[in-house]
Every structure is written in structure tokens, then in C-alpha cells.
């Protein structure tokens, strides 16, 4: 069993920061691709950002140059770093790892969700 645990959601008026974190643990051998997605209310769940085991990553148009994701191998981490956040980036932000279990199984694992809300 693997389980990720959020943390680091919050209020925040716009212009300001946040920084996101997710741990993994259970039975894990590696964690391939780590991402953060998000749900606003009444939208879809969308892919803000990606990255790889060895730190290549892609981001959302809408919050290039904004935001920063990061990971901590050795820790099964990954967080999000997110500035000069804007009313548009309130929603639901979910973690989601591609991992592989010490018996070699694939698993996609997303974390419980944590609110981020942006007041202008």
C-alpha cells in the first residue's frame, strides 16, 4: 500500500505565496513521474505541472514563470512552489505519483487534496 499525504494549502491574498508538499510512503522501490493537478470548483481537474526522476518538468501555460515544482527523492517528495499566485489558481491541488512497489507492481497513487484560495 502506498498513501500520499498533502500539506501546505491555505488563504492567501493575491500576489502572494504558497508552497505545496506531498510525501509518499508505504512500499516503495522508486517514484517515477510526481505531478500536481488542480479542480476549481465547477471545472475539470486540470495538470498544472510534471516532473521526472531525474527533474525534467513541464508546467500549465497559465502559471509558467509563476510556479515551481520540485522533488526530494531520497524523502518520496515533491512540492509546489507557487508565487505571485492570482484569484484564477483557487481550487483543489492534487498530487499524483507513478509509483513502482518493492515487488516490482506500478501503482498511480494521488494524494487527498488541499485547498488553495486566492483573494484579490
Known amino acids: 500500500q502506498v498513501q500520499l499525504v498533502e500539506s501546505g494549502g491555505g488563504l492567501v491574498q493575491a500576489e502572494g505565496s504558497l508552497r505545496l508538499s506531498c510525501a509518499a510512503s508505504?512500499?516503495?522501490?522508486?517514484?517515477?513521474?510526481m505531478g500536481w493537478y488542480r479542480q476549481a470548483p465547477g471545472k475539470q481537474r486540470e495538470l498544472v505541472a510534471t516532473?521526472?526522476?531525474?527533474?525534467?518538468?513541464k508546467y500549465k501555460e497559465s502559471v509558467k514563470g509563476r510556479f515551481t515544482i520540485s522533488r526530494d527523492n531520497a524523502k518520496n517528495t515533491v512540492f509546489l512552489q507557487m508565487n505571485r499566485l492570482e484569484p484564477e489558481d483557487t481550487a483543489v491541488y492534487y498530487c499524483?505519483?507513478?509509483?513502482?512497489?518493492?515487488?516490482?507492481?506500478?501503482?498511480?497513487?494521488w494524494g487527498q487534496g488541499t485547498l488553495v484560495t486566492v483573494s484579490s
Open positions: 516532473i521526472t526522476r531525474d527533474g525534467n518538468t
Open positions: 499524483n505519483m507513478g509509483v513502482t512497489r518493492r515487488d516490482l507492481t506500478y501503482v498511480e497513487v
Open positions: 508505504g512500499s516503495i522501490a522508486w517514484i517515477n513521474l
